[in-house]
């Protein structure tokens, strides 16, 4: 069989359409996939940066601890908790030694942040807790692309509850930060 022009430019274009179906436009929610040192979850989508968009969301601690392969909803972890508090010695307590690491993927997995302390109890002096991830995306408007994901963490210590124990943040703010690539063309440079 012999391959002629309209034969390969049909070979391209179907080749290429797994590459034009990755690429995200401006607004598009990123997925995120959040591992932490017991298990892996996926984001919510209020929780997922939008491509190009500079946002700020909120992460709750529980959703990290709890939320499981079931993904339940922040709230409705607390609400149970608060119910079966009724009939149990306090829930919070057991969970505030707890150490919390995540780590975080970006774009099928393409792109990640290392693994970071959220909440380290056994740190000292003080107990460090997370208070704000910032994570800066380089990427291209032209081709959609995510080129790399940079991390800033910001710390505090976690304050007593005035019985001698420190208690673990409820949330940590999380800020998604976009910086455009410029284009670079190519010919520009050629003597």
């Known amino acids: 069989m012999v391959i002629?022009?309209?034969?390969?430019?049909?070979?391209?274009?179907?080749?290429?359409?797994?590459?034009?179906?990755r690429s995200y436009r401006i607004g598009d929610a990123v997925g995120i996939i959040i591992r932490t040192n017991k298990q892996k979850l996926e984001a919510y989508r209020h929780?997922?940066?939008?491509f190009g968009v500079s946002t700020k969301t909120k992460i709750d601690t529980q959703f990290l601890l709890d939320a499981g392969?079931?993904?339940?909803?922040?709230?409705d972890i607390r609400?149970?908790?608060?119910?079966s508090n009724n009939h149990h010695h306090n829930y919070d307590d057991?969970?505030?030694?707890?150490?919390?690491?995540?780590?975080?993927?970006f774009d099928e997995g393409f792109h990640h942040i290392s693994t970071i302390d959220?909440?380290?109890?056994?740190?000292?002096?003080?107990?460090?807790?997370l208070d704000t991830l910032v994570i800066k995306f380089v990427?291209?408007?032209?081709?959609?692309s995510i080129h790399s994901v940079q991390q800033e963490t910001r710390y505090i210590h976690s304050q007593s509850n005035g019985g001698g124990r420190n208690t673990?943040?409820?949330?940590?703010d999380v800020e998604y930060v976009w910086i455009e690539e410029a284009d670079v063309d190519l010919d520009s440079g050629v003597f």
């Open 139 to 144: 990427y291209s408007a032209s081709d959609g």
């Open 168 to 172: 673990m943040p409820k949330s940590f």
């Open 69 to 75: 392969s079931d993904l339940k909803l922040a709230d």
């Open 4 to 21: 002629t022009h309209k034969h390969f430019v049909a070979l391209f274009f179907f080749l290429s359409l797994p590459l034009l179906a």
């Open 118 to 129: 959220v909440y380290n109890p056994f740190q000292r002096p003080g107990r460090k807790a």
């Open 79 to 83: 609400l149970a908790k608060q119910q």
């Open 94 to 105: 057991n969970k505030q030694d707890e150490l919390i690491r995540m780590s975080m993927q």
């Open 47 to 50: 929780q997922m940066p939008r």
